[in-house]
């Protein structure tokens, strides 16, 4: 009986001199054993969620008493109470949070969803100790093809003409003042050919309402085209390029005259370095792109050039915004015939081009007829088919048609008020207007019109070339 008295009194002892005297257990300190770390609540633990409090303003920082001590700063917990001191190394200190651009920032809102990380792959792919910090994730969350090497230059903001549409402007291609100078130089660059004759202004000339007055064009060694160079002008908005569409955009374009043999008969390796060879240049390049001279970046430069040159605020345009007396008895008459003889519908205003492809017969007759888009797409529907030009500026952009066959704006309205030329391959859409039997009156008030489509459009002076 007394050894059973001596026992319960001797537990008593230790039970009450654990209690007083041993530290408490973790799970009073606010620390959760790493066994019990399963189910949902655990996964608010993993760097993801870590990543995600780091930056937020609405979560509080622990107090001090509740901080734990730096070399225990990475035991695994599933609560919120455990995420608390990795949250607090993990913050910015107040003068790194101001150096943050708040731009690039992650919004609040963003912040607070642990399951839709900012950079959820790099985040599974980096243990914990080497999770970026709040510092580096505005870097993660740009936007895909952003220019990250390259400097942001000035920014540009074109205006466009009264009458024209917002200007479509490529998300890896965006308009600097530095990019544009430097397109404006190249533009103008004879170096560009093999022989260093020819130049974008050569066949696009500023001064000839930025084509040029020949029926067809000149490359180098004096070899002559097939094609008429259209104009520039408005290019930026068309949906392909060239009369057949084998570019799809501007930057596409600018490098196919290059490694044309009959236009500039250059390779595009060879035009590269012949730039690559000139210091300014190498320097220009540098401080646009963050890069040296590239073909990429060659034909981003001019296209941003191309993409001022905009025509508009014509008295047409005028007369749509309200000014009665824009334009003339006969261009009003014009303007009637063009819309109710169906001419509108494949020169659709307000760019006046579809730039959709169609037979109009010209040019059929000859030997080796020219294939036209069927060259692009193979197709033998796309034999003769030309891509649509734009209106704007026609009455200053002499001769017409993909050939140049049309040497005044009469000869090319009265082949199209006749419905084009007949020929196997002719497009049905030509019947409309052929249906309106557009009489010869008609076709002079539609001259008329069509001189009312000219308007404003920059005349550029050669810069000074490197």
């Known amino acids: 009986m007394l050894q059973k008295t001596l026992s319960r009194w ?58 734990q001590p730096a070399e225990q700063p990475q035991q695994p917990a599933p609560s919120e109470e455990a995420a608390k001191p990795e949250t607090q190394e993990t913050a910015p200190a107040p003068a790194q949070q101001e150096a943050m651009p708040a731009p690039e920032m992650t919004s609040p809102a963003t912040e607070s969803q642990p399951a839709q990380p900012a950079a959820p792959q790099e985040s599974a792919e980096k243990p914990k100790e080497e999770a970026p910090s709040p510092a580096e994730k505005p870097a993660e969350s740009a936007p895909a093809g952003a220019q990250s090497a390259a400097p942001q230059g000035t920014p540009y903001e074109v205006k466009v003409p009264l ?10 291609n965006p308009m600097t003042v ?44 004096g070899q002559v085209g097939t094609r008429n160079a259209p104009t520039v002008i408005n290019a930026a908005y068309a949906t392909s390029q060239f009369w057949d569409g084998r570019a ?32 300014q240049y190498k320097e220009l390049f540098q401080k646009v792109f963050g890069t040296g001279v590239t073909p990429e970046n060659f034909a981003k ?18 007369y749509r915004a309200g000014d009665q007396n824009a334009l003339t008895e006969a261009q009003k008459r014009g303007l009637k015939v063009f819309e109710e003889s169906g001419c509108a519908d494949c020169h659709t205003p307000p760019l006046f081009s579809s730039y959709e492809f169609y037979n109009a017969g ?46 005044t704006l009469e000869e090319a309205v009265a082949v199209m008020a006749a419905g084009g030329i007949d020929n196997p391959h002719r497009s ?35 810069p000074q070339l490197p």
């Open 362 to 407: 010209v040019g059929m007759n000859k030997e080796k007829p020219d294939e036209g888009r069927k060259a692009v797409t193979g197709k033998d529907e796309d034999f003769g088919k030309f891509r649509v030009p734009s209106l704007r500026e026609v009455a200053n952009t002499a001769p017409y048609f993909h050939d140049g066959s049309a040497a």
């Open 248 to 279: 799809k955009t501007l930057e596409e374009q600018a490098l196919g005259p290059v490694a044309n043999p009959i236009e500039m008969g250059h390779t595009i390796e060879g035009m590269v370095q012949t730039l690559d060879g000139i210091p």
């Open 10 to 67: 001797l537990v008593c002892l230790i039970a009450v001199a654990f209690l007083t005297g041993c530290p408490k257990p973790a799970t009073e300190r606010g620390q959760k054993p790493a066994a019990h770390t399963t189910g949902p609540a655990a996964s608010e633990a993993t760097p993801s969620t870590a990543e995600s409090a780091a930056p937020s303003t609405t979560e509080a920082a622990p107090q001090p008493s509740e901080a």
């Open 178 to 221: 530095e990019k544009i100078e430097l397109g404006k130089m190249l533009y103008f660059d004879k170096r560009v050919s093999a022989d260093g004759s020819v130049s974008c202004a050569t066949c696009h000339d500023p001064n000839m309402a930025w084509a040029e007055h020949t029926p067809t064009s000149k490359g180098i060694h």
């Open 301 to 318: 430069a001019i296209a941003a050039f191309e993409r001022t040159v905009l025509s508009g605020n014509s008295p047409y345009d005028r």
């Open 163 to 172: 009458g024209l549409p917002p200007l479509p402007i490529p998300e890896d």
């Open 428 to 462: 049905e859409e030509f019947d409309t207007v052929r249906e309106a039997k557009i009489t010869p009156e008609q076709q002079k008030d539609l001259v008329e019109f069509l001189k009312a489509l000219s308007g404003e459009f920059p005349k550029v002076e050669p």
